[in-house]
């Protein structure tokens, strides 16, 4: 999630997916990114930090643009996510929702399903968290240069290095 603030009823500017099956480098990630309105959301009653505000206007002006272009309405574009989510789990996989963390991310974006009158499909024990596999790993996940803080590019990011933890903990099988 990229948001204009860091309490769980932040108001969020985009969310971004990474969908990935096999810890083998070469299987393919599929990525998203949902850019959300933010006027609604603010009517909504969620919550923008003049701190978080200021930070995001120091970024490129790709990374702007990347996470403000072509905004959904946010129902909608949490309605897209639950829905890719859901599609795992009625294919029967076995899947985990990551977030880096899921007390910041999976708390902020449940809480704004709430706000929008969705359901989340998952439960607290679908959950996985990308700052543990980070730090077992002894390293963080590298963004493409110049792209730090596309939720789309961080959800990249963030799938590669599980997919390195994976490889390291099983090997190289599906």
Do not use: M
């Not at 948001?3 to 299987?27: M, P, R």
């Amino acid at each position: 999630l990229e948001t204009l603030a860091t309490s769980t009823d932040a108001v969020v500017i985009s969310i971004g997916i990474a969908s990935f099956s096999s810890c083998d480098q070469q299987s393919p990630i599929q990525s998203y990114q949902y850019n959300l309105s933010v006027t609604e959301q603010v009517f909504a009653g969620r919550v923008i930090s003049p701190d978080t505000l200021n930070w995001w206007k120091g970024n490129s002006a790709a990374v702007q643009e990347l996470a403000y272009f072509d905004p959904l309405p946010a129902a909608a574009a949490v309605v897209s996510t639950f829905e890719l989510v859901k599609e795992e789990f009625n294919k029967g996989n076995q899947i985990k929702v990551w977030g880096n963390s899921p007390s910041f991310d999976l708390r902020i974006l449940e809480s704004l399903a709430l706000d929008f009158g969705v359901q989340v499909p998952w439960t607290f024990r679908d959950e996985a968290d990308v700052r543990t596999v980070s730090a077992l790993l002894g390293k963080k996940f590298q963004v493409e240069a110049g792209f730090a803080h596309s939720a789309r590019h961080d959800a990249v990011a963030e799938a590669l290095l599980i997919q390195e933890a994976l490889r390291k903990t099983f090997g190289e099988r599906n």
